[in-house]
């Protein structure tokens, strides 16, 4: 993996997916923000883009990558995000609801922070029902279908929204609208960090928004990083 100025921290992490650690570490946005070389990432943050750098590369030299996720095919790479991300998503959000709810009724009235955590992220599992329904009906059949036309030699039936980039576009504003939403749920918590007089359904709330804002990162990453950017290129390339 080579690690320079002018490559974007999408495509560092698109390489190897380890990285992603070392830039949630350093609190560096790789899934919506991964358009940003690691120098403007850093100078955003007052951070030595020296250290990200070096910390880079002790990992590149610790051993072998995760799934390499840019080499699969755009179908195969579909079936993942919906089997392991949007299920995970489908699942977890209605369990952290219930969390936060109950939280928020118990200790709201001397914690009054997570109030405004339940309304947060009541409005946020509204909103990525609907986003992970559009992708389904509308957007990944589409990508399944250039797959399949590549493969037969054929040109993919017109869709109704014209091309891919109309679609996609509205996904990646609705990830943006996401990442927003969890980077104020992390401020509102203190990162996820539990007061002393926290009880266990208090913490086990926390527990979860931080497991799935670390899921929901990786998500949007496979899809704003590599699978929009394919999709795109394919399309082209069978017009």
Not at 24 to 52: H, M, W
Not at 138 to 160: D, H, M, N, R, S
Not at 192 to 220: M, Q, S, V, W
Request: aromatic share 10%; hydrophobic share 30%; proline share 4%.
């Amino acid at each position: 993996m080579s690690i320079t100025k002018e490559r974007t921290i999408g495509q560092i992490v698109k390489d190897d997916y380890r990285t992603a650690q070392v830039f949630q570490e350093y609190g560096l946005d790789f899934c919506c923000g991964g358009n940003r070389t690691i120098e403007e990432a850093c100078g955003n943050k007052e951070i030595n883009p020296s250290e990200v750098i070096q910390a880079l590369d002790q990992l590149n030299n610790a051993g072998s990558k995760e799934n390499n996720y840019d080499q699969w095919s755009l179908d195969f790479l579909v079936d993942y995000i919906v089997n392991n991300h949007h299920e995970f998503t489908r699942n977890k959000l209605p369990e952290i609801g219930k969390y936060a709810k109950k939280v928020a009724e118990v200790h709201g009235d001397r914690h009054e922070e997570l109030n405004e955590i339940y309304y947060e992220f009541t409005m946020l599992h509204t909103e990525i029902f609907n986003h992970l329904d559009k992708e389904e009906r509308i957007l990944f059949p589409y990508i399944k279908q250039l797959v399949e036309a590549e493969k037969k030699g054929t040109k993919p039936e017109k869709p109704e929204f014209g091309e891919a980039a109309n679609p996609i576009a509205m996904m990646e504003e609705e990830h943006d609208e996401a990442g927003t939403s969890m980077a104020k749920i992390s401020r509102l918590s203190n990162n996820f960090t539990p007061p002393e007089d926290a009880c266990t359904t208090y913490r086990l709330l926390y527990e979860n928004l931080e497991g799935f804002e670390k899921d929901l990162h990786k998500h949007i990453h496979l899809e704003n990083n590599i699978l929009f950017p394919k999709a795109l290129e394919l399309e082209k390339e069978l017009a």
